[in-house]
């Protein structure tokens, strides 16, 4: 036996129950189907035909998940035998019952052994999927073909489009599953459910003569629908599209056909950038939760939060908080605020009671682990405090001085500043060793990033403390160091700047907010100014103005918006119109009448720009900033920089983030465009000593990633 049958032999395992044979595939963490494991799939399958012993087969996974889909790992090596779909064919073509016995997760690859099997039961904590898509992929096991042949193309391509994960008892209703069954045994269910059919002599029930299609005007309606709505969502994106066309094979197509017309989009998508850039994702944000902290210490147990201020982040924070099921005291400087906090709160929940979300009872039960108070006393039991009280100093400073006053020794304190220096806030309190930063983001209760801010001197327990509290409230987390902005907001400053230079040198806010969303940003950098409101930054401007460079370049344009009380969509107007509360802003003349005062106030002749090279420079500052953030090791790695811009400023997944993409376009070529740059103004385009570094030494950032 070599090495390869010897791994394989361990990833999957058979043993009899009388005339059953049981084929547990064990393969940590999560049974992803590796070589091992398909090759292991393989010869379980050719024993049981084999056997006249065996009268039915079960699969299942060992651990917390039946299959957690093909080996992520694998993508873009070369491929060894045998195929997945060839796998799932063999087990389709078993001569004897195979009932998939589904517990935890059955994903891509995973769902598609299971609808390769002939039954299937799932126990009730299952979750299936074919979330293929979220990785520019397709489901490539034959999913494509067999899903839409067994539940529909409506629901098969809902499914594959969304790459959504559903429950057991959902998976039950469409009839991608027989039988829900309760408890936690996939062992118990499979055999129960393979005795039963031994009972009965029933027959192998292959989904590929499955005939959920015959109603062929119906399934071509809902997959022109599909492709339609696809042609409008999937802005940009390569295999959504794809997934579209293979069930347009599968209608068509005999079965065989259809799977090799699924190889081949299959492959195609594998081939994409987009592929790469949103596999790099997957994994940097795992990566990214495991600073040396989480490895080096443990976590504090944090039952508790106490938020101070509920202002626009204290109530997103509260929410996160109460929806991970734990208790939140809130306090406010009077108990006019602390009303308007606790309305904020409640806001949330009422807006999902009105989508029909949640039920009010729902909402009652959250709200009664809500509390509030305008005495820090309140705060004595709590194990860790956020506070989010206004952005200054003096006020955080002492806020922090209420909490080292009355918190329990090792509470956690933390702080949601934005650009403070929360070595100094640690500073002035006799317990820095606690103080750490939780950086959310608006809305506080929906945006994904966490950047936890890790100032000199806390303890590592309490940097692990946030990580274990960013799990809880489903969050991704980044490790940043102090700085001023930390990773996310130091750099956006940065390509800010080089967009409003662009804006006084010729191009308008709305070209260059149009370029932007063409290379797959949700909105552009002015449309988020007006959404986020101008006053922000003109107040940290003001805040500023006694330090700044008088040599750097300073564009005054949106000082002149925001002196006209213009700031965004809640005044009404601020680089757009917005009539009548218009959500989507319109271009404004008075506007563009101001920009080019403001040109020539300022000697510019205008110049123009094309969408490209608005692109170019717009990235080129964000990347070169992003090496100064890892040279100065303000982030760990570049794919911390990449995880803070994708969850957090909406750099499009499917690029993978700004250093991935940099790697992708060639450190040599974004440094030259800085250079050619920086024959205009040296002073901003400074070429960061890292990006040069890695340019002499022909590496490139995913070469610091490891
Ligand atoms: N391949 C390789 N590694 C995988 C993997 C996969 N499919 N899925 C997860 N992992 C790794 C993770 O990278 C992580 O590794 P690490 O410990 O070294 O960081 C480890 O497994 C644990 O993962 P999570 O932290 O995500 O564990 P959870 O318990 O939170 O979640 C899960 C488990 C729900 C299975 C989740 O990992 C997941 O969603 N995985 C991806 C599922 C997926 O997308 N499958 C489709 C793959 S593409 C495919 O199947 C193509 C086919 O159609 C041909
Ligand atoms: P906000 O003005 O909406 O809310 C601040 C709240 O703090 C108010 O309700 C105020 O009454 C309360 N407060 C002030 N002093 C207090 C005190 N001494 N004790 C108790 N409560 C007090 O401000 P916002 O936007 O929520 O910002 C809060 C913090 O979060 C700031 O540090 C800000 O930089 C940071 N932040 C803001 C983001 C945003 O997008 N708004 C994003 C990330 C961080």
Known sequence: ???????????????????????????????????????????????????????????????????????????????????????????????????????????????????????????ANARLGLPEVLLGLLPGAGGTQRTPRLIGAAAALELMLSGRHIGAREALKLGLVDKVEEGDDPVAAGLAYARELIASNAAPRRTSEGTALADRPATQAAID???????????????????????????????????????????????????????????AEREAAKAPETRSAQPREVNSVGIVGGGTMGAGIAVAVLDAGLPVVMIERDEEALARGRANVEKVYDGLIAKGRIKPEAKEAIMNRWSGSTAYDALSQVDLVIEAVFEDMAVKQAVFKELDRVCKPGAVLATNTSYLDIDQIAASITRPQDVIGLHFFSPANIMKLLEIVVPAKVAADVVATAFELAKKLKKTAVRAGVCDGFIGNRVLAVYGQAAQMMMEDGASPYQIDKAVRGFGYPMGPFQVSDLAGGDIGWATRKRRAATRDPQARYVQIPDRLCERGWFGQKTGRGYYLYPDGARVGTPDPEVE?????????????????????????????????????????????????????????????????PMHYADTVGLDKILADIQEFAKEDPLFWKPSPLLVDLVARGANFASLNK
Request: hydrophobic share 50%; proline share 6%.
């Open 225 to 283: 629908a599909a492709r339609a709505d696809t042609g409008k969502k999937a802005r940009g994106l390569f295999s959504p599209l794809k997934i579209v066309d293979a069930v347009q094979g599968a209608l068509d197509l005999p079965f065989l056909e259809g799977l090799a017309l699924e190889r081949t989009l299959f492959l195609a998508c594998l081939d994409s950038p987009q592929r790469a850039g949103l596999v790099h994702a997957f994994f």
């Open 593 to 657: 009448a101001i920009i080019d005062a403001e040109r020539r106030r300022a000697g510019v002749t205008p110049k123009t720009f094309t969408d490209e090279e608005i692109v170019r420079r717009y990235l080129a500052a964000m990347i070169n900033e992003g090496a100064n953030v890892v040279d100065q090791k303000i982030a760990l790695r570049p794919l911390d920089v990449d995880v803070t811009f994708v969850h957090g400023y909406g750099f499009p997944r499917y690029r993978g983030g």
């Open 1 to 123: 036996m070599n090495t390869a049958e010897a791994a394989g032999a361990a990833a999957v395992a058979s043993a009899r129950h009388d005339d059953i044979l049981v084929v547990t595939i064990d393969n940590p963490p999560v049974n992803a189907l590796g070589v091992d494991v398909r090759r292991g799939l393989m010869e379980a399958i050719e024993a049981a035909d084999a056997d006249p012993a065996v009268k039915a087969v079960v699969l299942l996974g060992a651990g917390r998940n039946f299959l957690g889909g093909a080996d992520i790992r694998e993508f873009g090596k070369p491929p060894q035998a045998p195929a997945l779909p060839d796998v799932c064919n063999r087990i389709e073509a078993c001569s004897k019952p195979v009932v998939a016995a589904i517990h935890g997760a059955a994903l891509g690859g995973g769902l598609e052994v299971a609808l390769g099997a002939h039954y299937r039961v799932a126990l």
